[in-house]
């Protein structure tokens, strides 16, 4: 491969990265437009690259292609988010229960870090990030690397969909804290059917407040 394609790669790559971000942390709210030269001048590179990321973003349900018009950030039914969830319910459980099976004790140590740090967190946002943390660690110490990337870009999918609705969910934190501290007791146990079963409670509760919270917007 030529230093020139191993360049435009990974120009792609830091658009996708950058383009990502801005959409999940709400820069861009549902509904609006992606334009190609646009995010050319705010990121400073062709618009090849850019290209190249959006149909990525879109591939992975982070945007959605209308013809003749372009990339918009997608707006979520109730449908999907319901849709979204079960999904991630099957697959957290499965991640719980591999990791009860294969976490080292220092990897249990660093749940219960991100645990601490979860208890800790002092707004919406870090109490989102450190959540997303945990779950991912899960997700790499299940061992399963397709397992961990279908969770990725479900859970983005999720966090885009669910944002507006999270923050006003009244005393969810507190209770999404105890839930992983029942994840993580069941994996420090090597108990992978409780692991399996505190994981799926955990999606399905985060679910129910989540729905709540989004009819009540409607």
Not at 61 to 66: K, R, S, Y
Not at 122 to 150: K, M, Q, S, V
Not at 165 to 194: F, K, M, Q, T, Y
Not at 213 to 218: F, I, L
């Amino acid at each position: 491969m030529s230093v020139q394609n191993i360049r435009k790669i990974g120009l792609a790559d830091e658009a996708y990265g950058r383009i990502r971000e801005a959409i999940v942390e709400g820069r861009y709210a549902a509904g609006d437009p992606l334009f190609e030269n646009r995010l050319s001048a705010e990121l400073g590179m062709s618009r090849t690259p850019i290209r190249e990321a959006l149909q990525v973003l879109a591939r992975d349900g982070l945007l959605e292609v209308v013809p003749a018009r372009g990339y918009f950030v997608p707006r979520r039914s109730l449908d999907d988010l319901r849709e979204l969830f079960e999904l991630r319910e099957a697959l957290d459980g499965a991640a719980a229960r591999a990791c009860a099976l294969r976490a080292q004790p220092d990897e249990v140590e660093a749940l219960r870090a991100l645990c601490d740090r979860y208890d800790a967190a002092p707004d919406w946002t870090e109490w989102a990030r450190t959540g997303t943390e945990f779950h991912a660690a899960i997700a790499r110490t299940a061992r399963n690397t397709r397992l961990a990337e279908a969770l990725d870009r479900l859970k983005l999918q999720i966090m885009l969909t669910r944002r507006a609705e999270l923050r006003g969910v009244e005393g969810r934190h507190r209770e999404a804290a105890r839930e992983h501290r029942a994840i993580l007791a069941a994996i420090s146990a090597a108990d992978p059917d409780a692991a399996e079963r505190e994981a799926r409670l955990h999606v399905r509760l985060s679910q129910q407040a989540s729905l709540r919270q989004a009819e009540g917007w409607r």
